[in-house]
């Protein structure tokens, strides 16, 4: 599986960003895709998981109510929009594919993509 995240920049605060993750190989769209962000000096974090039927999803604490992840499986892409994005926000953002289960441990992720930063200026 590989996975190629996009939609990273820089934004003042209040604003909006959309992240992409599309994924290829491995019948990708068949399995729980998520966003884990890490910022400087901090542990990574889970941000969002979105199961392959959208059935089930999860956010993590910091992000409820501004952040929402989607998906289409044709072409297997799963997005995370981003909205009223604060300082705090700041991170290098990675997509994420669980094989078996989803939770907020980056041990439990199988398949890392490369990272997309994410500035959010004050």
């Known amino acids: 599986v590989q996975l190629q995240a996009s939609g990273g920049g820089s934004v003042q605060t209040g604003g909006s960003l959309r992240l992409s993750c599309e994924a290829s190989g491995r019948t990708a769209s068949s399995y729980i895709t998520g966003w884990f962000r890490q910022a400087p000096g901090k542990e990574r974090e889970f941000v969002a998981g979105?199961?392959?039927?959208?059935?089930?999803?999860y956010y993590g604490d910091s992000v409820k109510g501004r952040f929402a992840i989607s998906r289409d499986n044709s072409p297997n892409t799963v997005y995370l929009q981003m909205n009223n994005l604060k300082p705090e926000d700041t991170a290098v953002y990675y997509c994420?594919?669980?094989?078996?289960?989803?939770?907020?441990?980056?041990?439990?992720?199988?398949?890392w993509g490369q990272g997309t930063q994410v500035t959010v200026s004050s």
């Open positions: 994420a594919l669980y094989l078996d289960g989803m939770g907020p441990s980056p041990r439990q992720i199988d398949y």
């Open positions: 979105i199961t392959w039927n959208a059935r089930s999803i």
